[in-house]
Nanobody
C-alpha cells in the first residue's frame, strides 16, 4: 500500500511559478514510477509528467514541456512538480499517482493522492 499526500497548490498570476510536492508512505517508494495528472472542471483527467523510480527516465506532456519540471527525492519519499510560466489553462486539480509501471496512462496507476488545486489568474 502506498499513501500519497499532495501539497503546494494555490492561486498564482499568469507567468508565475508554483512547486507541488507529493509525500508518499512506505519503504518501497523508489520502486514506483511517480506521475502527475491534472483535471480541470468538466474535463477528463490528463497526464502531465512521469518520472521513473530511479529518476533516470522522465516524460512530459507536450502542453507543459519546457515549463514544468518533475523530480523526486527517494530519501524523503517525495516527488515534486516545479511549474513555471504558468498559464490560465494550467488551472486544474493536480494529482500525484504511483505505479510499478512507467506510463503516461492514468489506468496504469494504482495509487492516487487526494489532489491539490492550482488556479492561474489572467
Amino acid at each position: 500500500q502506498v499513501q500519497l499526500v499532495e501539497s503546494g497548490g494555490g492561486l498564482v498570476q499568469a507567468g508565475g511559478s508554483l512547486r507541488l510536492s507529493c509525500a508518499a508512505s512506505g519503504r518501497t517508494f523508489s520502486t514506483y514510477a511517480m506521475a502527475w495528472f491534472r483535471q480541470a472542471p468538466g474535463m477528463e483527467r490528463e497526464f502531465v509528467a512521469v518520472i521513473s523510480g530511479s529518476g533516470g527516465l522522465i516524460t512530459y506532456a507536450d502542453s507543459v514541456k519546457g515549463r514544468f519540471s518533475i523530480s523526486r527525492d527517494n530519501a524523503k519519499n517525495t516527488v515534486y512538480l516545479q511549474m513555471s510560466f504558468l498559464k490560465p489553462e494550467d488551472t486544474a486539480e493536480y494529482y500525484c499517482a504511483a505505479s510499478r509501471i512507467y506510463s503516461s496512462e492514468s489506468r496504469m496507476y494504482n495509487y492516487w493522492g487526494q489532489g491539490t488545486q492550482v488556479t492561474v489568474s489572467s
